[in-house]
């Protein structure tokens, strides 16, 4: 969004929202692209909400955050100072059903390697998540999909 200086402040360049399209360069009003489709939510999406479960979590106990990311493909998702008041780390892996839990990836060791300039102590959280529509009717049924603003479940039992 390109800003121009205006008295004081700084303010869109383009009128409404200053948004433009890359390709046509055309304004976009982002409240045209509201639908009320159901749209199912992508891994990425899925990850990112996994990543705030655990950001509340650590807020919560009290700790201090120093920061997060919700991209699944950088590791770790979290930074915060610990009990000793020294940045520790998490890893965060997401599970959908009709899993219940994620294992800690394989490159672990890689990642505490990498970490360890910045903190040594590294945590694992896996984070659950279902559709709140699941029926749990039997043991082979198909899986609600997780729908963007609809109800889901999260099953999340701390840090490890």
């Excluded at 008295?7 to 360049?13: H, T």
């Excluded at 046509?24 to 692209?33: E, L, N, V």
């Excluded at 060791?109 to 009717?137: T, Y």
Aim: with cysteine; aromatic share 10%.
């Amino acid at each position: 969004m390109k800003k121009k200086f205006l008295g004081a402040n700084w303010v869109a360049d383009m009128p409404g929202w200053g948004l433009i399209d890359a390709i046509t360069r055309k304004p976009i009003d982002p409240i045209g692209f509201v639908t009320d489709e159901k749209i199912e939510m992508t891994p990425w999406e899925v990850h990112d909400m996994a990543v705030q479960v655990v950001r509340d979590y650590l807020k919560n106990e009290g700790f201090e955050l120093m920061s997060w990311q919700g991209n699944p493909e950088v590791d770790p998702a979290l930074w915060f100072l610990g009990k000793t008041k020294r940045p520790e780390w998490v890893v965060v892996r997401s599970a959908v059903f009709p899993a219940n839990s994620s294992a800690r990836p394989n490159n672990w060791q890689a990642i505490a390697a990498r970490c360890a300039k910045l903190g040594s102590a590294g945590h694992f959280a896996s984070v659950a998540i279902e559709s709140a529509d699941q029926p749990f009717a039997s043991l082979d049924e198909q899986p609600v999909p997780l729908w963007r603003g609809h109800a889901m479940h999260v099953q999340f039992i701390g840090l490890e």
